[in-house]
């Protein structure tokens, strides 16, 4: 790592800060795509189905 | 022609009847009007200074505090799926709805206005300077809220989402307004700003009342 | 949306990839700047989120016209799936600007005419998510909010112009002309890889919401009509 200056905290807070929440994005985003799948997987093993169903997963 | 006359007066008949709402409106733009002084103190100069920011902001919370029954008296009972069967087009009920909403909630704020100047001691010429802003600038208030309005019809119980809405929107209103007033900002500057907050009214409402009908008939399916 | 499966991993390597060439060189591989010293570091990632807080508003208005003209079920689904990006996009630009604006100008908030506008984007947008959380399940809702949406998107060149206007009447001094033309290479560099990746990621994470949506719409569906053939067996 280079030598960051006199106002690194400032640059260290605000790329931390920026990945914080990028992950945060990233993280919940695939949070609620695991959770539909499995909510949609528990439907189908229970028998519930598209009519229009023929094999295989989602759109 | 007369059917928009008509609407006009059986929507100001039923606001003249069930007064309250205006009073309470007026009551609330005076309780502004009073805690601003109590919460910055005494200080004559300074109210002076401050008046034409706190009347725009006064006026502002008031009319976007009044908005949420623009329509939904008329949803709920069913008039609003009459009137689609006028033979007058949604858009100019609506102008017509904008008109009589104008007439009972900014018109009373400015007749008002000179009891606030009075207690945030401003002198006349600036007092006149801000009923004419307040005239010119209202409309667009009212057209804004008109829309959040619309869409707070369908909102069941969620009337308040409608100000928080429509707030940011109103921003050109409230930097112009006070531009309008104030009388630091240097020469030229007022006019232009008047001239802006009558465009903005003019726009708003000329357009606003296509996209009030548009989520009008949205609600009403 | 089937096709869409294909885009993901490509989207996902393309938008790491510029992560990974994009934060190489802005901290080993680029000069502190002349003017602003090593604070234009800050600027790397302050000016991909500020793009993108205006690029998404950019697309939610346009799959705005898509619902209300064509009534396209996917430009409700993507209006839903990008507003709550947009907002924090939004707040990363806020937040890093603030950051910014602290060594650069001694204060962590200047009421100046772009951070201004920023502010306000940001609440048009949480109002918005507002109304996605209290209109979605509504006959209408979607396009109820593709309205306010697009009534929004007319606002906000009049707000900028306001907000730039009363800006330069309360201080006629600007302090902010960082971004001139004379920028080297030497941060155009990492500035683009930056915003590439950002932009990327937006695209890869829409996608995925995108497919999100669809599913819980399917899943919604399934379950009101487990329970209404329960009832009728």
Request: overall charge positive; hydrophobic content about 55%.
């Amino acid at each position: 790592m280079i030598e960051l200056g006199q106002h690194a905290q400032y640059i260290v807070g605000a790329w931390s800060g920026v990945t914080l929440v990028t992950l945060g994005l990233i993280l919940w985003t695939l949070r609620d795509a695991a959770n539909q799948k499995r909510r949609l997987e528990e439907l189908e093993s229970r028998g519930v189905r598209r009519r229009s169903a023929k094999t295989d997963s989602p759109s | 022609m007369s059917a928009f006359l008509a609407l006009v007066r059986r929507d100001l008949t039923l606001a003249m009847r069930s007064g309250g709402s205006t009073l309470t409106l007026i009551a609330f733009y005076l309780a502004v009007g009073t805690i601003m002084p109590i919460a910055i103190g005494p200080d004559k100069q300074l109210l002076a200074q401050l008046a034409p920011a706190l009347i725009w902001v006064g006026v502002l919370l008031s009319m976007l505090l009044g908005l949420d029954r623009l329509f939904l008296n008329d949803h709920e009972d069913g008039s609003l799926a009459l009137m689609r069967h006028a033979n007058l087009p949604l858009a100019a009920i609506c102008l017509g709805k904008l008109l009589v909403h104008w007439l009972v909630t900014a018109l009373p704020l400015i007749l008002m206005t000179p009891v606030m100047a009075m207690l945030f001691t401003m002198d006349g010429a600036a007092l006149w300077r801000t009923v004419l802003a307040l005239l010119a600038g209202t409309p667009a208030v009212v057209a804004l809220g008109g829309i959040g309005a619309a869409v707070a019809v369908s909102l069941r119980g969620g009337g308040f989402l409608a100000p928080i809405i429509i707030l940011p929107l109103t921003i050109p209103v409230l930097i112009f307004g006070v531009s309008a007033i104030a009388p630091a900002a240097g020469a030229g500057t007022s006019s232009a700003a008047f001239l802006f907050l009558v465009a903005i009214s003019l726009l708003a409402t000329a357009f606003s009342p296509f996209a009030i009908a548009l989520a009008l008939k949205l609600a009403e399916d | 949306m089937a096709w869409s499966r294909f885009f993901i991993w490509p989207l996902a390597a393309i938008s790491a990839l510029f992560f990974a060439l994009g934060v190489w060189f802005a901290f080993f591989n680029s000069p502190a700047d002349y003017q602003m010293g090593d604070t234009v570091r800050i600027m790397y990632v302050h000016v991909p989120n500020a793009w993108l807080s205006q690029m998404v508003y950019g697309l939610m208005a346009v799959s705005a016209v898509g619902s209300l003209v064509w009534r396209h079920p996917m430009a409700d689904v993507s209006m839903k799936a990008a507003a709550p990006q947009g907002a924090a996009f939004t707040a990363m630009a806020l937040f890093t600007g603030a950051l910014w604006g602290r060594p650069t100008w001694g204060t962590f908030w200047e009421w100046d005419g772009r951070m201004t506008s920023t502010l306000i984007l940001f609440l048009i947008y949480l109002g918005l998510i507002a109304l996605w959380r209290a209109l979605e399940h509504q006959a209408n809702g979607p396009r109820l909010i593709a309205i306010v949406t697009l009534v929004g998107a007319v606002n906000i060149p009049i707000i900028k112009f306001s907000v730039d206007w009363w800006n330069t009447l309360h201080q006629p001094a600007s302090v902010f002309r960082a971004d001139g033309p004379t920028m080297p290479g030497s941060i155009l560099m990492p500035l683009f890889l930056m915003m590439f990746a950002f932009t990327f990621l937006f695209a890869l994470l829409q996608t995925l919401r995108m497919r999100t949506e669809i599913e819980r719409r399917r899943v919604r569906s399934l379950e009101r009509r487990h329970v209404a053939e329960g009832a009728t067996a």
